[in-house]
């Protein structure tokens, strides 16, 4: 009989592990919500982090009685022997109901803290942990994942940067190597090979498009490669296009240096709206996310007892992809030619008519088949997409 109840409680440890008995969602917020914010760069870095910082301050406008305490440069290098956990147990001590980890680099703390605070609501961007049908699903009644479908925006990237180049060499400087870096580097060439095809009538072979990675989000001396070396290496190799993949805009500040000493280059940032500014005479447009509308939702549904755990990758708003209410993803032109911005227009009612590049035939980069000829991928195809695409030239991992 003893037997039989230890192996009764042996089982009911187990079920509880598993995840059956879940705990429910945090209780409703109500009326007053603190947000926590953790961001892996600066908050003004003219990219990444700044966007997400200026989604919550956009939630702190559009929802009463919300307010923002925040850390930024939450990294290795900034913050040693920290950890996002760790800060995010700062940001409770401050009063802070409501935390997001806004960075692939903070997965795991993200985890531990939301295991750890059933109590608290939690945002884990760019993540897919709550995705029942993706690899890494966990389910955590507390946390949900927000991404922007920025393959749309790499590919409008893409277009303008194949429209634009007098060489045929287009040069990707990318961050660290993962699902989601393989998938909007390979988005950026799918959109300028289809430009390239398309638009222009050439042969795809004759379109170079090469990646190098740094090795993170943004430049650590020691640590990474230089992004400032790496862009003047693709300028002085043949590339006149520039497209950037990290959180800062360093391929923006040289292409104006290599501007200003009279040579047609050109760059493309990310991430941020306004990340242009630092070079405006030479910056075809930029592809970036507008957090705030997600992160409006998920404040009022945490306020409200409303919160589900879920995942979601949202669509741009195909009637203005640069609507600051509605869109999740966005392109904003620069120095376009009349016709490359004719023709960028074009692609994104293309795209909004229902265009999808990510169907066959298409080959990975070892040449393996990925898709057979009319088949679309699937949307776990695409996150996890294995290797760069074939035709493009760079690492597909890490060594």
């Not at 803290?113 to 760019?126: G, L, N």
């Not at 392109?331 to 169907?359: I, M, P, R, Y």
């Not at 088949?375 to 597909?396: C, E, H, V």
Request: net charge neutral.
């Amino acid at each position: 009989m003893k037997s039989i109840r230890i192996f009764f409680l042996l089982t009911l440890i187990l079920v509880a592990s598993s995840g059956l008995f879940a705990q429910g969602a945090p209780k409703a917020a109500g009326s007053n919500l603190t947000i926590g914010l953790l961001m892996v760069g600066p908050y003004n870095d003219h990219g990444w982090s700044q966007a997400n910082y200026e989604g919550m301050q956009y939630v702190i406008a559009k929802v009463p009685g919300t307010k923002l305490v925040y850390i930024d440069k939450v990294n290795p290098a900034d913050r040693p022997g920290t950890t996002a956990s760790q800060l995010g147990e700062s940001l409770v001590a401050q009063g802070a109901r409501f935390v997001a980890f806004t960075s692939d680099d903070m997965t795991d703390e993200a985890i531990k803290f939301a295991q750890a605070h059933p109590e608290i609501f939690v945002i884990m961007t760019s993540g897919d942990q709550q995705w029942k049908e993706g690899k890494a699903y966990k389910p955590l009644a507390n946390m949900i994942n927000i991404m922007g479908r920025m393959e749309y925006g790499k590919m409008i990237a893409g277009v303008a940067a194949a429209m634009t180049t007098k060489t045929g060499q287009i040069g990707y400087l990318g961050p660290l190597i993962n699902d989601e870096t393989r998938r909007l580097a390979s988005s950026v060439y799918l959109g300028a090979r289809y430009a390239w095809v398309n638009y222009l009538k050439k042969d795809p072979a004759q379109l170079k498009f090469r990646v190098t990675w740094i090795g993170y989000w943004f430049n650590i001396p020691g640590v990474t490669s230089d992004p400032t070396q790496v862009v003047d290496e693709f300028f002085n190799s043949g590339c006149d296009v520039v497209i950037s993949g990290i959180d800062t805009t360093e391929a923006v500040t040289e292409a104006s240096k290599y501007h200003s000493q009279g040579k047609d280059v050109w760059a493309i940032p990310y991430d941020y709206t306004k990340a242009m500014d630092e070079g405006k005479s030479v910056s075809l447009g930029v592809p970036y996310f507008n957090w705030g509308p997600a992160y409006v939702k998920a404040a009022k549904d945490a306020m409200a007892g409303t919160w589900q755990s879920h995942f979601e990758w949202n669509d741009p708003d195909w009637k203005n992809i640069n609507n600051v209410d509605t869109s999740a993803v966005g392109f904003k032109k620069g120095v376009l030619t009349v016709n490359a911005s004719q023709t960028v227009d074009k692609f994104v009612k293309e795209l909004a008519g229902g265009l999808n590049l990510w169907k066959g035939p298409l080959n990975l980069q070892d040449g393996t088949q990925y898709l057979a000829a009319g088949k679309a991928a699937t949307d776990l195809q695409i996150w996890y997409l294995p290797q760069l695409l074939q035709g493009m030239t760079g690492q597909s991992v890490s060594k």
